[in-house]
Structures are given as C-alpha cells and as structure tokens.
C-alpha cells in the first residue's frame, strides 16, 4: 500500500493540483465522510478543503448570491438572508443536529447525494447552480441537473463543487421548508417540502417554486404545481398529477403511498407558511 | 509545492498547547482520547449520530468523532473535563446537574454538558426550546431528558440537603461528582497503553457454513499478534445466563447462526489494527436458509436452529387459574385481538468495552457489566480455570437495561490476554453492538378478555410467542414471566396464559427492562379500553373496579396480605385524568387536523427471580481509622444502586451515608449482590444492606454494652457511642485489625422467600411486586399520522421511597424508553443496525412527566420499599397507544406506531 497523506492547501488552486493527480479524497465537515468511512481507514489521501480561501461565506453577488462550497450549515443559519431564504434556514436548521451544522458544509450536503438530504429541496426551490473547477477550468450547472441519482453527481475526477449561485429572488418573496421524520432531532427525512413564493400587489402568486425531497431518488420540483398556483391566492389542491414527478419507495421510515399522502398535505401547508398564513391547518 | 500539513498537528486543549502526529483519517475523538488522555471525551457511535463525543472547537459544539484531528490544527479545543475545571459557568453546570440527577450513568453527560455550555455562553437564561435546539444531537437513554433541560435551564434543584441522607432523603448520587466532571472511568477509559485491541470477526449472514482459512499466513501477512477462534476457548466454548440454556458460542464453529455471531478474533497492536479490516480474513462462507420471522421458524421443513427444541420451540411457560373457557363464555362482553411489537435495541450510548491483563497468574477483567459475579461464573466455564485465578472487576457502566446482564467482550478479552499474556483492549463499534447483543423479544399476542355487565373481567385467555432469536440468553425468563404478569395487576379469577420462546436466525432476544411484560401489557390494557368503552363505563374506572387488592389472590393463586398498591396508583391518576379529558375535549372541539388523546394504563413487576434464588450479600467494615467501607456489589449502571444502598445501610448502621467510602463489584474483595435485573436491587440488595447495616449497629453496641437506642457517631480513628448523657468511645486502634484491614466487619445475605410454580403455574413467584399506572396526553396530527405526547403522570407504588429524586429518574427514563418503544423503536437486522435508521427518543421528543409517589409498604422490602425499574416502562407503551386510540377511534395493534402506520389505519377506519 503506497502512503497516503493528508493535504490541507490554503488556495484553490493547489487544491486543484492535487485533485488532479487522483488518489485523493476531499474532505470537509466530515460528517458524511465518517459515517461511510470502511474499517482500516482510508485508503485514498485526504484534501481537507475547510482552509481554502475563499471557499467559505455568503455574499451577495451580482444578480444574486453565492454560498462558497465550504460554508456550514450553521453559517447559513446565521447569515442575513432575505425572506426567500427562509426555508433554506429552515432547513438549515433541521441539518442533523447542532453538532453536524457546525461542521457539515452546504456543498458537501450535494454531493453526497443522498435523496434525503435536507438542503436540495430549497436549494432547488430558489434556482441553485453548482459551480464546478478543476485544474482545467470551470462550469456552472443547475443544481437539477449536477445529482443525477443516488449517490451520483455530475462531478469528474479531478473535479470539485466550489460555490452554488442563487439568483435574486423575485420582490417580497418568501420561502419555507417543512420536513417530515419520526422523531424531533438527528432525523432521516420521510418526506420534506422547500418552496418559494412571491405574490403581486393584488396578493396573487406570480412566483412558485416547490420542491419535494425524499420521494424520488433526486429531490425533484412539481413544475404542474407550480403553474397550478401562479395567478392563485396559494388555495390549489394538490393532485396526483401534480406529483407526477415523484417516485417514492417503501422503506423504514414509510410506505411510498404513505409519503404521497403526506406529501400533498405538506405542501399545502407549506405553501400557506411561505403565504404568511398559520400552518398548522 | 504540495502544501500538507506536518505530521505534527498543533492545538490548544483546555488551555494548554498540544502537539501529536495522528494518522490520516484519524478522528479528533481517537486522537484526544488515545493519544491526549483526554477520556472525558466518550465515543458512543462514531457516526455523528449520539453527540456523546461533543468537544467545542473554536467555541462551536462539534462531535469529534466527525473531525479528522488534523483538522484542529490551530483552534481551541475544550472538553467537559477542561471546562468544569476552568470556567465558572462550566462548574455551575456541573452542580445543577448533581442537583437534579441530571447525570444517570453519565456515559452522555460530557455531551450534554459541552453542549450546553457553548449554549449557556451565548443565552444565559435560554427558554425550553433554545435548550432542546441546542441538546437536540446528543442522545441519553437513561433520563428522559427532563432533568438534564431542568439543570441547563438553572430550575430549583430537586435534591435536597440532608445531613443524614437516610431512607427517604432525595440526596444528590453518591457517585455523581465523577460523571459531571469528566472523571468517571467507563469500559473503555481503563486500557493501558500499551493494550493490543481486539477485533471481531463476525457473521456477515444470518445463517451461513464457514471454513476458515490460513490463519498463520493471515496473522503474518497483518501483522497481527494472535487470531482467536473456537479452538482457542480452553474451556467450554459455550455461554448462556440459565441453567439448561447455556448455548452460545464465544466462537461459532461451523455455522453461525445469526448476522452478527463471533466467528473469530483478531489481537494486534493498537497501530495495526486501526488499518485492519475485516474484510481480508480467510473465511469462506456458504450461505444457508435462513428463517427470521417466527411463523417461518415453526412451519413444517423449517430449518432447526438447536437439535434438542423441535420445532425451533425454546421452551415455553403456563399458568391457568379457574376455567377461563366457561368464564369468556359467560362474559357479558368480549374483545379480542392480535398484537404484535418488532424487536428492540437497548441502544445504551456506551458500546461493550473493557480491558484485561494477567497479572502474576491470574486473569483480571475490567468491563462494563450489570452482573459481575455471573461473568465470573461464566469465565470459570469458558477458560476451564479456577475460579480464584479469575478477578471481574467492574467498570462504570454507561447504561445496560438488562443487554449487559450476558457477557458480551468478557470472553474474549480473557482468553485473547490469556494467549498473549499482554494487556487487551477490546470497544464494540456501534453497529457491532447492534448486531451482536440481545434485544427486546418481538412478540405476536392474541388475547381475549372478557368482562360482566358490572364491569369485572370474567376471564383472560392469552397465547404469545416471542422471537428469541438464534440463542436462549433470558428467553426462557421471558417465557416464565409473561404468563405470570399477563392479567396486569388485576383480579382475574379465571385465566389462562401461555407463552413460548421461538428460535430464529436473528440475534439472541434477551433481557430488556421488563422481561416481555411490557409487550404482554400492550395487549391486555389496549382491550381493557375497548371492555370498558363497549361496557359504557369510564377506562380508568373500570380498571379501578378491577385493581388487585390485599388477599385477593393473583392468577397465580398467591395472596398478598398487604402491599398491593395498584388501586392507589389509578385513584392517584383521577384528578389527572378528569382535568386532561376536559382539556382533551376542549382541543377537539375545534376543527384542525390536530386531535388530542388520553389514556390511561396500568402495570404490575414481581421484584426479583421468579420462584428461584436470588439472594445478595452486603458486606461492610469499619477501618482502624475510623471509615466505614460498604462494600456495595450491586451494580450501578445508571440507576442510583450506590446512593440507595447505602442510604438504606446508613440509616439501619445510623450514621450519615456521607460517613461511607463505598467499594464496587471487584471480585477479589466484594461479595456478590446478584445481577442488576429484575428490579431486584433496591428490594433484595437493600435488604441485605439493611441486615449488614443492623449487624454493624449491633456489634458496635455491644462493645460498650449500648442499648438498641444508643447514637453512633463515628469519627477520627474511633466510634463514639451515646446513649442518654452516657458517651463511650471505641478506639479502634486499639482493636485488632483483620486480613482485609478492619476492625470490625459484617457481611449479611438476604434471599426474598418465593415458593415453586406448580404445572399450572400456581404457587409464590415473588415475595413482593411493585405497581405502576400512566397517563399520556399526545396530540396525532391526523392528516399526516404524527403523534406528539404532550404530558405524562405515572403513579408508582415503590412501598417506601429510599430517594424520591432518583425515582423521578428512573420514572422519566423509562416512560422515554417506554414512549421509544410504543412510536418509533424497531430493530431490523441488516437494516435499522446504527442510530441514524434506528430512532431512540431525543431531548425533543419527551415531554413533561409528573411523578406521583405511592407508598404502600411492603411486609419483604428494606423498611417497606419495593423495586422500580422495570415497573416504568410497562404502562407507558400502552398509556400512548390508549390515547391514540382515545384521540383517533383506532386501535393500534402493531408497535412502533410510526406515522405511516397510524395513518394507513386510520385510513382503513375511515378517517381519510
């Protein structure tokens, strides 16, 4: 067995030296890496990414935002974000536990690729893009498109996440999560709902954004629902149709017909969160 | 240039400037605790899962198991012990948490407290929720929770101060100053550090033949210093806890038999063992057919698991009373049902682990445990040695719940030290403990009970089988005590009950707080509700018209002349149960998706064996210097046995408990006060305190010729003796002192009287039972099938209340552990093997509990006290599902009750 190092670089771009080479392993908050790591360690170097410049933070950019790949869960809890946003705090918030959002990073939630992963469905709802460098540049791709399934995303080797882009959302838009679990802390998803709204001087929805976690193998957007409610006071009922998208499997926590059934109501009331209305109905 | 951190990694720990080079992919957790010393930091699932390893990296709570340690480089680190020792916030923490018996087996508290105190840095004065958002990633199993948010949260402490602390003082533990300080030494905080490690080789199937291969060429290749395997047991390759059921392998040979069985063991050097991997052992495996459910196990041409049980039946236990058949016959109404609950984890957030050495001939072990003298006795079997050549010595145990009653690491930490002659460590992994030990016996009931028009039951037929997995463990326990338990505390005149333990490929179903009773009370208290809704007559009254009472015989015809509490218990719950109604009802009257239940139940625990032996030894000495040893064997994993036992020794000796040193459960130099199981501990342990603690009195009185009434004070180097204005000094230096160093030394044996169960289970099964009855209030959203328990009230008759705080303790824990049980605990093997898939409550799913005390002294407990533990948690799964019921219209007849679950049934009843 040749020996494996671990690499802590300072700059993106011996970061990306080293990930070119291959035989490395990225690693940031550890919580996903741990968890999955096999008896006798790792059999890859380790490139520790939290103390690249740069790559941690939020800020406001042109037309919109950029979260560096390394920043925490708890940073996103924290940041001063607009009201679109609050469902990714939310969410941020419903990230395993204290522990894990002080540690666990906003990329690398993405690319583990779990379906349940708290952060993609209000990613997807504000319009998240991944930017992706390597050695040889970089691309954007839209977060829909970078997981690709369980446990793939669009990553070659040689290849890291080093920011998402969230456009500015739409004047007065509100966002809201909701997640769904059997028990109230450190919870897998049985189902969660991210969606962002904003509505017209006459109190209709011209903006819908709703996205659905842990009932496909990738956390997907209703678009039929989301045209459903464009010109609505947020009162659409929630069809069959309109889930079309998803693909939900019978497993521990619930049956795929049990995470339809309580899919729907949770839209609902999310939709009536991010409206400003009380959820509990 | 290849910028890389040195091999040198440097940080601030507590303070101070630390240097180490860790290994790539070592955690900050390995490396504070093996390489730093820094133990306080507990590693309970290294999976992020638990938070038991919680450390402040740069102020924020993270768990070190997560962190790789170079990862630290530069920040400051803190830990528990660090903490408590340097910032006055810290130390105010710890107090309030002895105060409120925050800290049970304190394997979590280090967690807890750290977490806390990055909390209480920013939010002084933090509401219930700020404390519940920030303890949210740190699991405990023995509080409930409640204490730990009373401590953070700075609430009146409920201990008092008590210069005497005899029975009835709700002191602070004994013991609790170690656990909230970082000191407390658990299975793995005792290793040397030079102790070769210990690996597993384990069953990746349920059933499966193996050949093992080149095993030298193996242990060359790895470097390792000895592989174990069946050939190595030098003496009886077999364990068990009950005569006539000792079955288990330490090693398989030949065939496992469920996923997870020991198969092998590797011993190396610390260094090269964290690069092992399992993987590359020489076994071959062929897979066999497996049966993991019961009515596979009993079908025609199912595989046999043990020659000698046809059938895959382990045994099975009666008891019939009257004639049950006329008695439903006659019975103005009837309800009947299937029940079924899954199996369940006792998830302790301490893994297995212990350490061994040989030290000149003889093999001493040190390990977490609930019954050292039983791993004594098993040893002696498994190495084929002499007794007095083997030491058990306990450590601090970080939970147990009935799992660590089995010897789980001791075998192979004796036998590996034995082969080696160097010092052995050995720690589950998580997911190893989860496969490997015993579980709650999942359990398929049908039951029918009828009653009069008047309300009483006329007859209760019940049939259970339950999984006991691939080995006995306490199956046959199980089998014996559910028959005897299954009527509840009632009086139920005409009865029959039969239970039988099954064999399957799954893992040995074991001891679990209750022994099968909490699954045969789900049944039993579930149709109660339905009787008495059909008889039109209130649930709680009609099980007060029910309640067991002084000499009336119980379904196995013995008669109580006094101490039957449960009738008290329910009228305790009236008031409560009148007031939540109402509210209840006036929840309900609006028209969201939210309704709110109530229900009420009931249970009964016979403390101690069943119609077996059972007897405990305390044994004490006073010290030419004036210090009163109580050798205290009765195991303390959490429950309070070291505070209470000696409450109850001080207040027979009559001097104040904080006059005692206590000695644990070594071996060598303490006798044996039985198994921590049954709820036999405070009952029959305290018993034999009580008798050590009166013999002590009565042979210091004698000295100077003292009547029963004198005062012993006790003080430097001598005991003064008053007695009206009389005061005689015994110096004890001038008293002879004996081979253990003592002048004066007791040892008293008590054995609670019980009489042999007839073929029709008739007969004295226990000298005493202890009652319980819950309430649960919950609220079930009902279009998405969640369930939130919003209050509960538990009313346990415990005689007389050695420490009512630590009642309150044990109350809490086992309504979380109950309330776990009921909606979201259920042990898949293969599946649910970490603490991620498989969900114990946390700080935010347990609400508010109200204790109530019932004294009802018993004739058999140390001044009329009673055992508790196990009594908890039997009302409380059925107190939940009687309020979903109550909330819902739906009987829930499959536990857990996930929200899938309750809404596919409520569906099925037409609440869509």
Redesign the interface.
């Known amino acids: 067995m040749s020996q494996?190092?671990?690499?802590?670089?300072?700059?993106l771009g011996?970061a990306l030296d080293?990930l070119s080479r291959g035989g490395v392993r990225p690693?940031a908050?550890?919580?996903d890496?741990?968890?999955g790591?096999?008896?006798?360690?790792?059999r890859e170097?380790?490139l520790?990414l939290?103390r690249i410049d740069g790559l941690r933070g939020i800020a406001r950019q042109d037309g919109g935002w950029r979260i560096g790949a390394a920043t925490r869960w708890?940073d996103v809890v924290r940041a001063d974000l607009p009201p679109a946003f609050d469902g990714l705090r939310a969410a941020a918030?419903e990230v395993?536990?204290?522990?894990?959002q002080?540690?666990g990073t906003v990329a690398g939630n993405l690319v583990n690729g779990s379906p349940a992963a708290d952060g993609v469905p209000p990613l997807l709802a504000l319009g998240a893009e991944v930017e992706i460098a390597s050695a040889e540049g970089r691309r954007v791709v839209p977060l829909e498109r970078f997981i690709m399934g369980v446990r793939q995303v669009d990553l070659a080797p040689g290849e890291m996440v080093v920011a998402l882009h969230l456009p500015e959302p739409p004047e007065g838009a509100r966002g809201a999560f909701s997640k769904?679990g059997?028990?109230?802390?450190?919870?897998?998803s049985?189902v969660m709902v991210g969606v962002v709204i904003a509505r017209d001087g006459a109190g209709r929805i011209d903006h819908a954004r709703v996205a659905v976690g842990a009932c496909s193998p990738v956390a997907r957007r209703l678009p039929a629902l989301e045209a459903a409610l464009v010109g609505t006071v947020g009162d659409v009922a929630v069809t069959a149709a309109h889930l079309e998208p998803l693909s939900p499997i019978d497993d521990?926590?619930?049956?795929g017909?049990?995470?339809l059934?309580?899919v729907a109501?949770?839209i609902g009331r999310v939709v009536r969160q991010a409206n400003g209305e009380s959820c509990?109905? | 240039m290849d910028k890389r951190v040195d091999a040198e990694t440097m940080f601030r720990l507590n303070g101070r400037d630390v240097r180490l080079a860790p290994r790539v992919g070592e955690r900050l957790s390995e490396a504070l605790r093996e390489r730093l010393g820094a133990r306080d930091v507990k590693v309970g699932c290294n999976a992020g899962d638990c938070g038991a390893c919680t450390v402040l990296v740069d102020g924020a709570p993270v768990c070190a198991c997560l962190m790789p340690a170079q990862q630290a480089a530069g920040a400051e680190v803190e830990t528990l012990a660090g903490l408590v020792a340097r910032e006055p916030l810290a130390a105010d923490l710890a107090r309030r948490f002895e105060g409120q018996g925050a800290a049970q087996c304190g394997i979590c508290t280090p967690g807890m407290m750290v977490s806390a105190v990055a909390l209480l840095r920013e939010a002084p004065r933090p509401s219930e929720g700020e404390v519940m958002d920030a303890l949210g990633g740190v699991l405990c199993r023995c509080t409930g929770y409640r204490k730990i948010i009373d401590a953070v949260m700075g609430r009146a402490p409920g201990a008092v101060v008590d210069a005497d602390g005899h029975m009835g003082a709700a002191i602070e533990k004994l013991d609790g100053r170690v656990k909230v300080t970082g000191a407390e030494r658990f299975g793995d905080d005792v290793a040397t550090a030079d102790a070769l490690v210990i690996k597993v080789i384990r069953s990746p199937h349920a059933h499966a033949r193996f050949v093992l291969g080149d095993l030298d060429g193996f242990a060359t290749r790895e470097g390792v210093e000895a592989v174990l395997t069946a050939s190595d047991v030098p003496g009886v390759n077999l364990f068990g806890t009950i005569p006539g059921f000792v079955d288990q392998p330490v090693f398989a040979e030949g065939v496992a038999r469920f996923r997870g069985e020991a198969v092998a063991a590797v011993v190396g050097t610390a260094e090269v063992m964290a690069q092992f991997d399992p993987a590359r052992f020489p076994v071959e495996w062929e897979v066999l057919p497996d049966v993991q459910g019961m009515a596979e196990a009993m079908a025609d041409g199912a595989p046999q698991l043990h020659v000698a049980r046809a059938g895959n039946v382990m045994c099975g236990g009666f008891v019939a009373h009257g004639d049950v058949g006329a008695a439903l016959e006659r019975a103005h109404v009837v309800a009947e049902g299937e029940f079924e609950t899954g199996f369940v984890e006792h998830a302790y957030i301490e893994p297995e682990a212990g350490f061994a050495q040989v030290v000149e001939g003889r093999v001493e072990v040190h390990a977490c445990t609930q019954a050292p003298v039983m791993d004594l006795d098993t040893l002696e079997q498994v190495l084929g040695m002499e007794r007095a050549r083997i030491r058990v010595v306990p450590t601090a145990t970080g939970g147990g719940f009935g799992s660590k009653l089995d010897v789980s690491v001791q075998p192979f930490l004796a036998i590996a030290a034995l082969k080696t002659g160097r010092p052995v460590r050995i720690t589950y992994e998580r997911t190893e403990s989860m496969q490997s030990t015993t579980k709650r016996h999942p359990s398929r009931m049908n039951v029918r009970i009828g009653a009069d028009a008047e309300g009483r039951i006329s007859g209760l037929r019940f049939d259970g089988i339950f999984n006991t997995g691939a080995y006995a463990s306490w199956g046959p326990t199980v089998a014996n005590r559910v028959p005897v338990h299954a009527s509840g505390p009632y009086a139920v005149a005409d009865y029959r009950a039969e239970a039988k333990g099954i064999h399957t490929h799954c893992p040995p179903s074991g001891a679990f707080r209750g022994f099968g009773v909490p699954q045969a009370a789900v049944a039993q208290e579930s149709l109660f509700d339905e009787l008495a809704d059909r008889l039109g007559i209130d649930r709680l009254e009609f099980r007060i018209r029910n309640a067991l009472a002084n000499g009336v015989p119980t379904v196995c015809g013995q008669v109580f002349a006094q101490g039957v509490g449960i009738r008290a218990c329910l009228e305790a719950l009236r008031p409560a149960w009148q007031a939540e109604r109402a509210k209840a009802a006036q929840v309900n009257a609006g028209d969201g998706p939210v309704r709110r239940g109530v229900g009420v139940a009931a249970g009964w625990y016979g403390c101690g064996n069943t119609s077996l032996p059972n007897p405990s030894t305390i044994k004490a000495g006073v010290r030419a210097d004036g210090r009163i040893v109580l050798h205290q064997g009765a195991a303390d994993i959490g429950q309070g046995a070291n505070t209470v036992i000696a409450q109850i020794f001080a207040t027979a000796l009559g001097v104040p408990v904080s006059r005692l040193d206590l000695v644990g459960g070594d071996t060598d130099v303490t006798p044996d006060a039985g198994k921590t199981s049954a709820s036999r501990q405070t009952f029959v342990s305290g018993n034999a305190a009580r008798l050590a603690g009166e013999a002590l009195r009565a042979q210091i009185l004698q000295r100077v010729n003292a009547g029963e009434d004198a005062v012993i004070v006790p003080g430097e180097g001598g005991v003064e003796v008053r007695e009206g204005a009389r005061a005689e000094r015994i110096e004890l230096a001038t008293l002879e002192t004996d081979a253990e160093g003592y002048v004066m030394r007791v040892a008293e044996s008590y054995d609670p009287p019980t009489k042999p169960l007839d073929a029709n289970g008739q007969g004295e099964p226990y000298a005493q039972f202890g009652y319980a009855a819950h309430l649960c209030v919950l609220e079930v959203d009902t279009k998405l099938g969640t369930v939130k328990p919003v209050k509960f009230v538990a009313a346990h008759d415990v005689g007389h209340a050695v420490n009512p705080l630590l009642i309150e303790g044990q109350v809490e824990g086992g309504i979380a552990q109950g309330m776990g049980m009921a909606l979201m605990e259920e042990y898949l093997p293969g599946r649910t093997e970490n603490l991620h898939d498989y969900l114990i409550p946390t700080v935010g799913d347990m609400p508010p509990v109200e204790t109530l005390i019932i004294e009802e002294p018993d004739a058999h407990g140390p001044y009329g006290a009673k055992g508790l533990g196990e009594h908890v948690l039997i009302p409380t799964a059925p107190s939940v599902l009687n309020a979903i019921r109550d909330a819902t219209g739906v009987q829930m007849r499959r536990l857990p009750v996930t929200p899938g679950r309750l809404k596919a049934a409520m569906g099925e009843a037409g609440h869509a």
């Open positions: 494996i190092e671990y690499f802590a670089p300072g700059d011996e080293i690693v908050g550890g919580t890496f741990y968890p790591l096999s008896a006798g360690g790792p170097s380790l520790d939290t708890s918030r395993g536990s204290v522990q894990i002080n540690a769904l059997s028990r109230a802390y450190l919870v897998i049985i521990v926590r619930g049956s017909a049990y995470r059934e309580a109501e949770l509990d109905g």
